[in-house]
C-alpha cells in the first residue's frame, strides 16, 4: 500500500482511520444505540460512499489516458471549440505560437482589434429592394438611335465626311490635354428627335433617405435632376472663349426647333472644370445661395467618355461684355471705394457722390469669402497679382501678370447680376483650385472685407463641414465615382477645411465683425 502524497487524500485517509473502527465498535457492542450514535454511523457510512465513488471515476480516467495521449493533438486540431468562433480570436492553447507553456484545460481568450470604419453618412446607404422589377428589352432599331457614338479622331474624320454633323474642337490643348470633340454617329441627326437619348433607368441624383439634405431646396433637387437625367434635344456652341457648349433639354413641341426658353438648357462646360460642381454644394452649405445648380454628366458628346459639368442655363442673368463678362463695369480701385461706402447696408440709401452701384455691400463679403475657400481669382484678381501663378493659369498665358503694378485700373470680371433682382450677385464661373498649397494662398481676395456672413463662419465652426460636404455630394453620383469615391472626395474636403481654419485665424487677427447677413 502506497502512501499518498496528495494533500486531499491524506485526509481522506485520516478520516477514513477514525471513522471505520469506530461505527464497527458501535454496532459490534451491546451498548444501547442512542440517536448521536446513530447520526454519527451515517455521517461516515455516506462519506466512504462518496470515496469509494471518487475512487472508481479516478480509475476508469487513469485507464483511458493512454489511448486520449495518443489523439490529443489530432483532435485539437481537426475538431472545433465548442461555442468559440472561428475567426482567429480564441485558439487552442498548444498553437498559441509564443514559447510559453500553457496549459491545457484552460480557455485563453485575446481581446478583438477595433476595426478602423468610416462613419456612415446619413443618406449614403442604399436601401435593400424587395420587389423585382423585370427589365424591358429595347425595340428592334432602338439601339441606332440611342445617341451619338464617340470615336476616336481618325474614326471621327470619316464620319464626318459620310454623315451630316458638327464636330466641335475645345481649348483643352493649351491646358496639356487632349481636345474634347462631339462626334454624330451614322444615322444622328442635329437638332432633331433622333437626337433625343433614351432617359437612364436610375437617377443619376441619388436620394436614400425620406428627405433630402436641408441646404438644398425642393428646387434644387428638381433642377439637378433636370440637369443630370433629361434628354437632350440639341447642341448649340456658345459664343465664348471657353469652349463650352449649351445644351438643350427635355422635349420641345412639335415642328418647333429646340431652343432656350421653351426648353431648359444646360451649359457643358470643360472636364477641367469639375470643380464647379463642389462650388454649387459648398454655396448652399454655407447658406450663400449665389451659384446656380450644377451636377456632373457623362460625356455622351465628347470622345474620350470622361464626365463634364452642366450648369444651370439662367436666362434671368443680366447681360454682360465680352471683355469681362460683367453685367457692370468695376475696377479694383473703384471696388475699393465701393467697401469703405457700405452701400445699401441697414436699408440706408446712398448719396449719389458715393458712386455705389445697385449691389448691396453684404454681397462683397459673401464673395470673398466663397472665392477664398476656392481660391477663385477670375473676379477679384485678374491678373494673378496675389499669389504666384502657374504657367498653365489664364493670367500668365494672356499676359496680364506684368500689369500689377497698377492694380486700381485692373478691370473686375464675371461680375453678374439678375435683371429683376440687381442687388444681389449670381456667381458665375466658379472654377476652384484644390493645389494650391498655404503659403500660397490670395489673400487679396479679403482686402478691405471687414464684415464675414454669419451663416457660413457658424458653419465654418461647427465642425460638421466635413459631414455636410460628404452627404450633399454623394447626391451626385457622376461626380461622386470621377472623384474615386470617398477617398477622392475626403481629400478635396481636407483642403477646404484647412483653408477655413486659415480663414477663421485671418477673421479674429483683423478683428472682423461677424453679421448676419439674410436681407
Known amino acids: 500500500m502506497t502512501c499518498p502524497h496528495n494533500p486531499g487524500q491524506l485526509i481522506n485517509w485520516f478520516v477514513c482511520s477514525l471513522c471505520v473502527p469506530r461505527v464497527c ?90 476595426r478602423s470604419k468610416p462613419a456612415n453618412i446619413r443618406g449614403t446607404v442604399k436601401p435593400k429592394r424587395r420587389k423585382k422589377h423585370a427589365v424591358a428589352s429595347p425595340a428592334p432599331g432602338q439601339e441606332a438611335l440611342s445617341g451619338p457614338s464617340f470615336q476616336p479622331q481618325e474614326v471621327a474624320k470619316v464620319a464626318g465626311a459620310k454623315a451630316p454633323g458638327y464636330a466641335w474642337g475645345g481649348n483643352l490643348a493649351k491646358d496639356g490635354e487632349r481636345p474634347w470633340r462631339l462626334v454624330w454617329g451614322p444615322g444622328v441627326r442635329a437638332g432633331g428627335q433622333d437626337f433625343q437619348l433614351p432617359k437612364t433607368r436610375e437617377s443619376n441624383i441619388r436620394i436614400y433617405s425620406e428627405s433630402s439634405p436641408s441646404w438644398l431646396s425642393k428646387e434644387d433637387i428638381r433642377r439637378m435632376r433636370l440637369l443630370a437625367d433629361s ?25 418647333s426647333v429646340p431652343r432656350c426658353g421653351p426648353s431648359p438648357c444646360g451649359l457643358l462646360k470643360q472636364p477641367l472644370d469639375m470643380s464647379e460642381v463642389f462650388a454649387f454644394h459648398l454655396d448652399r452649405i454655407l447658406g450663400l445661395n449665389r451659384t446656380l445648380p450644377s451636377v456632373s454628366r457623362t460625356s455622351e458628346f465628347i470622345q474620350d467618355g470622361r464626365p463634364c459639368p452642366v450648369i444651370l442655363w439662367d436666362s434671368s442673368l443680366s447681360p454682360t461684355s465680352n471683355e469681362t463678362h460683367s453685367s457692370l463695369k468695376l475696377t479694383w480701385g473703384t471696388y475699393q471705394q465701393l467697401l469703405k461706402q457700405k452701400c445699401w447696408q441697414n436699408g440706408r440709401v446712398p ?132 472623384q474615386g469615391g470617398r477617398q477622392g472626395i475626403e481629400k478635396l474636403i481636407d483642403v477646404i477645411e484647412q483653408r477655413a481654419n486659415i480663414l477663421l485665424t485671418y477673421i479674429n487677427a483683423h478683428g472682423a465683425k461677424v453679421l448676419p447677413m439674410n436681407e
Open 351 to 482: 448719396k449719389p457722390e458715393w458712386g455705389c452701384t445697385e449691389i448691396h455691400h453684404h454681397e462683397w463679403s459673401k464673395m470673398a469669402l466663397f472665392d477664398f475657400l476656392l481660391q477663385i481669382y477670375n473676379r477679384l484678381d485678374t491678373n494673378c497679382c496675389g499669389f504666384r501663378p502657374r504657367k498653365e493659369d489664364a493670367c500668365v498665358q494672356s499676359g496680364w501678370r506684368p500689369k500689377c503694378h497698377d492694380q486700381d485700373s485692373v478691370a473686375l470680371a464675371h461680375i453678374v447680376q439678375r435683371q429683376h433682382d440687381p442687388r444681389h450677385l449670381v456667381f458665375v464661373d466658379n472654377k476652384g483650385f484644390f493645389d494650391r498649397s498655404e503659403d500660397n494662398l490670395n489673400f487679396k481676395l479679403l482686402e478691405g472685407i471687414k464684415e464675414f456672413p454669419e451663416s457660413a463662419v457658424s458653419v465654418l465652426k461647427s465642425q460638421h463641414l466635413r459631414q455636410k460636404l460628404l452627404q450633399s455630394l454623394f447626391l451626385d453620383r457622376v461626380y461622386w465615382e470621377s
Open 231 to 255: 434628354a437632350v434635344v440639341d447642341l448649340r456652341p456658345v459664343s465664348s472663349n471657353s469652349g463650352a457648349r449649351l445644351l438643350v433639354l427635355g422635349k420641345s413641341p412639335a415642328g
Open 25 to 114: 465498535k458501535l454496532w459490534s457492542s451491546r451498548r444501547p444505540r442512542t440517536r448521536r450514535n446513530l447520526l454519527l454511523g451515517t455521517a461516515c457510512v455516506i462519506y466512504l460512499g462518496f470515496l469509494v465513488s471518487q475512487v472508481g471515476r479516478a480509475s476508469r480516467q487513469h485507464g483511458r489516458t493512454p489511448e486520449k495521449g495518443q489523439h490529443q493533438r489530432r483532435d485539437a486540431a481537426e475538431a472545433p471549440f465548442p461555442e468559440i468562433p472561428l475567426d482567429g480570436t480564441l485558439a487552442p492553447p498548444e498553437f498559441q505560437g509564443n514559447g510559453t507553456i500553457l496549459q491545457a484545460n484552460v480557455v485563453y481568450i485575446t481581446l478583438r482589434s477595433k
